[in-house]
């Protein structure tokens, strides 16, 4: 049998008002906990407006992140980076030591990010106190002797705080998350012409290589943690504007300024393919390696640094080009 309303008409309206302004705050806030409650939501507004130093410097991806389908199986639940014991770990966001000790018998180092991420570092040791808060860049520890590597060499997890160990690829919080080469079916055909290659990375200021008092340089507005001459610092905030316009985040710095103890470490880890310690154009803090998919010969941000970087005075100098004599996509020297 079909029901009907028999209330009143002036009744019906009554109650249709009084409910219109109950289900609009209902409305509200279950659209404000649609925002804050996916895990998956922060990650990618992370990705978007973060980019986090490198723990050690030149990081280079030796084994990719490869989880398990299930909780309980085998897999590679972070990455692992080419790294010598006793180099030192930075922080690569700003944040506060969240555990430091021995986890199944190997030196554990875990931070939390201000941005709601635990990172975790192994082998690693600290010297900082639980609790003990630090900016992107800052040492907070040394890579531990031993891994389980063939090569000597550091694991980084990462996952949000607030999730129960829901691993994430570290490699895209580094802007690393393409390969550095393309195949050769993805390669452009030949260079683009027209552009100087002349850099202008060479001793200023009666400073030493890999010795230029903090005080000298100017930290990056766009990659916090990362310091460079000040006018090479300001040029390239501004091509990281331009570079945001265009791809929706900030250039990817992976690294910058190297002091002299850091060259030592890079000649040591890897031989003749680092430059002699106090010739590197990054001891004169005056050339970045960079990532996000500039660190791809043939991509499109590639391709818009070729076009764009050298009206902000940077190059990608001729010896770093796809037929140059050392072909390194991530490499860009300030020439002013």
Known sequence: MTRFD???????????????????ILALILAEA???LPADRAVAVEKLTATWVSPVPAMEIIEAFDPPEEK???????????????????APAAGVIRFRGSVAGTQTVSIETESGFVVSFQ????????????????????????SHCDRSCLHLGVWPAASNRK???????????????????????????????SSGAGAWGGHRNGRIPASAMCELESAPGHMLRCDAQKAFDRLSYAYRARFGSPISVTDSYRDYDTQVILKRRKGRMAATPGRSNHGWALAVDL???????????????RANAPTFGWVHPGWARQTGSLPEAWHWEYRK
Not at 123 to 146: H, Q, R, W, Y
Not at 291 to 305: K, L, P, R, V
Request: aromatic share 8%; no cysteine.
């Open 291 to 305: 990532g996000g998919g500039i660190n791809a010969f043939g991509t499109a941000q590639h391709s818009w640094m």
């Open 123 to 146: 082998p690693a040791t600290s010297d900082l106190k639980m609790g003990e808060s630090f900016a992107p860049g800052a040492m907070i520890g040394a890579v531990g002797e031993g």
């Open 167 to 197: 691993y994430l690829d570290p490699a895209q919080f580094f802007g690393q998350e393409q390969s550095l080469l393309l195949p050769l079916s993805r390669t452009p055909e030949e260079e683009p012409a027209g552009d100087d290659t």
């Open 72 to 90: 309980w199986s085998r897999g590679h639940r972070g990455i692992d980076v080419l790294a010598v014991g006793g180099e030192p770990l930075r």
């Open 6 to 24: 028999t209330s009143p008409p002036l009744l019906r309206t009554r109650f249709s008002s009084a409910l219109t302004p109950i289900l609009a």
């Open 34 to 36: 649609t925002l804050l």
